[in-house]
Nanobody, 124 residues
Framework: QVQLVESGGGLVQAGGSLRLSCAAS????????MGWFRQGPGKEREFVAA????????NYADSVKDRFTISRDNAKNTVYLQMNSLNPEDTTVYYC?????????????????WGQGTQVTVSS
């Protein structure tokens, strides 16, 4: 059973940076796509970034492009989301997700596995 565990969330001032981690276990991830999503209270879960485990192709939401970077460490089975130039609008819970797919995926329903989420709070 695939398990995803996020970490790295916390409180940061506007303009600051955080790096989220997603440790994956219980599967062979070579052909997986890993994604980051976020969801605020009363809002739909929205796509942030995705990466193909093999090859490293990436995709980003327009709202985070040029500020966030997704990457992976094959040896550690870990995916990262480096978040720079954070602003209060980035405050929400961030979720890691995974799907066995040859193509990058951006929709929540396309992902099979989800982590428990990690809270990011950006103060103004």
């Amino acid at each position: 059973q695939v398990q995803l565990v996020e970490s790295g969330g916390g409180l940061v001032q506007a303009g600051g940076s955080l790096r989220l981690s997603c440790a994956a276990s219980g599967g062979t991830f070579r052909w997986y796509v890993m994604g980051w999503f976020r969801q605020g209270p009363g809002k739909e879960r929205e796509f942030v970034a995705a990466i193909k485990w093999s090859g490293g192709d990436t995709n980003y939401a327009d709202s985070v492009k040029d500020r966030f970077t997704i990457s992976r460490d094959n040896a550690k089975n870990t995916v990262y989301l480096q978040m720079n130039s954070l602003n209060p609008e980035d405050t929400t819970v961030y979720y890691c997700a995974a799907v066995d797919s040859p193509m990058l995926r951006t929709r929540t329903y396309e992902y099979n596995y989800w982590g428990q989420g990690t809270q990011v709070t950006v103060s103004s």
